[in-house]
């Protein structure tokens, strides 16, 4: 059963019903289910499909093309020597189809690893689908990849055969909260949405990884057994996803490794210091990073928001957690459940919460009726030696001239906002207003897992969202 991915599979039905040939490039992490997207809305109507070897030299590849153009039932005399000839099959094979009229659906996947050294694999892609897959107005090739810089470099914005000959890119993301939800109820989970978003916490929304989870288990005792267990499954995923993603993967590693270690974030000229890398270099793999889904790029409002002088953070939950706790808990196949009421652990808790809302933010704005309305999301931090430290992680500044100021705060239970706490937000709110100089009216909102104990301050809140609402 395909879970979430509502939009992606209407978007595929409409290009395939479409009245021209079309190019599809879909793109994603590892393990986020682009392969088991296609197969499911095309199963059976597939004209061919192959899958690209991964680590795979030349011969492979090519082997692995002529084993799939014969289980699709055309048979060559000979292996093609080279991709053009491959390619010259593929195409004596699909004229038939293409003559019959109906959709014509191609489907390379793990394109990237097709792509060897010197094997021209690319040049025979662009002319395959200039001089002639280009011309049938039913043909539909789609192509997918997790090498998510590889397929943005040498397929979407190609500057040789291929340029601007992709008619639609597709790029696939993890699953948000309600997907997770969807899928864990699915698989005959009788989890709460509290333990549904420590989860989520861990693995983020990425479907192969909640693949792993087995129902008859709690959450801590999955954990033991992914992460610390002896033959963990996700022992070596970490080096693995790099690897997949990026062809050197170590810069990549090294820049989410030191954003790991820094709570709120780095700027550019931060990171440019601890890493040693610089210039476009760095530009290149920060901005590949964001493409994977791996950080985020957010902008920090002073007088004015500086767009050139944005915040860098980890927003990958699966990374977050891996280069936190895994190696902590070598020795120990229950580490997990024998530090489930640790202070480091709650202190991962709110972190990740924090996080979680941020990749949340349009479901936050639905909750507070703001989906309909222009908005601004942006962070701050205190320039002033006095007020040093202070910040406000999400700020959604409105078109009606009003702004959301908003605290996260993770708790188990109901949160109690006392005198102190609410006296230190009010400070906080009123260096930000002095600070930027903003005359725009200022609502404090406060977004937990399971809303405020009644109380004095609470009462002076002027707008909540709960975990309820990120599910949304």
């Known amino acids: 059963m395909l879970i979430g991915r509502k939009k992606e599979s209407e978007e ?28 499911q809305i095309f199963k059976g109507r597939l004209a061919f499909s192959m899958s690209g070897i991964i680590d795979g030299v030349t011969g492979e590849q090519m082997e692995a093309f002529v084993q799939a153009l014969e289980f699709a039932g055309y048979k060559i005399p000979k292996t093609p020597a080279t991709w053009l000839k491959a390619f010259a099959e593929l ?50 090739l789609i192509v997918c990849g997790s090498a998510t810089t590889w397929m943005i470099k040498n397929i979407i914005d190609s500057k040789g055969g291929l340029h601007n000959r992709v008619t639609h890119e597709m790029p696939l993301h993890p699953f948000c909260l309600h997907e997770v939800e969807e899928y864990l109820t699915n698989s005959q989970f009788a989890w709460g949405r509290h333990t549904i978003l ?23 005792e999955n954990l033991d057994r992914l992460f610390f267990s002896q033959d963990a499954p996700l022992r070596r995923e970490f080096q693995r996803l790099y690897k997949t993603l990026f062809n050197a993967p170590e810069p990549y590693m090294k820049i989410v490794q030191i954003l790991a270690t820094n709570k709120q974030g780095l700027t550019r000229q931060d990171l440019a210091v601890k890493t040693k890398i610089s210039g476009k270099t760095l530009t290149e793999k920060l901005s590949n990073l964001q493409n994977c889904d791996l950080i985020r790029h957010y902008y920090v409002k002073e007088k004015k928001i500086k767009k050139n002088g944005g915040v860098y953070q980890l927003t990958d939950f699966f990374s977050l957690f891996y280069l936190m706790f895994a190696d902590k808990g070598l020795g120990d196949e229950h580490y997990w459940t024998h530090h489930l ?21 349009e479901q936050i704005k639905r909750a507070l009726h703001l989906d309909a309305m222009a908005t601004q999301t942006y962070s701050w931090r205190s320039k002033t030696a006095k007020e040093k430290g202070a910040q406000i992680d999400i700020i959604i500044d409105r078109a009606d001239k009003m702004i959301n100021v908003c605290e996260v705060k993770y708790c188990q239970g109901t949160y109690t906002l006392d005198k102190a706490e609410y006296e230190r937000l009010l400070n906080r709110i009123q260096t930000f207003a002095r600070e930027t100089g903003t005359r725009n009216g200022l609502y404090l909102t406060m977004i937990t897992t399971n809303g405020l104990a009644e109380g004095k301050y609470a009462k002076n809140i002027m707008a909540q969202v709960v975990l309820d609402d990120i599910f949304a």
């Open 12 to 39: 595929l039905e409409k290009y395939i019903q479409s009245r021209k040939a079309e190019f599809i490039a879909i793109y994603g992490r590892r393990r986020v289910g682009k392969t088991y997207l296609v197969n």
């Open 341 to 361: 009421l640790s202070p480091e652990m709650n202190n991962w808790y709110g972190l990740c919460f924090e996080r979680i809302c941020i990749t949340h933010i």
């Open 91 to 140: 195409r004596k094979f699909l004229q038939p189809k293409v003559d019959g009229g109906e959709p014509c659906i191609v489907f390379l996947d793990e394109i990237p690893c097709l792509d060897t050294q010197r094997s021209g694999f690319i040049r025979a892609l662009g002319h395959f689908w200039n001089s002639w897959a280009s011309l049938q107005d039913n043909m539909k």
């Open 198 to 220: 420590q989860t989520y916490m861990a693995l983020g929304g990425v479907p192969y990884y909640l693949s792993l989870l087995q129902p008859q288990e709690s959450l801590a």
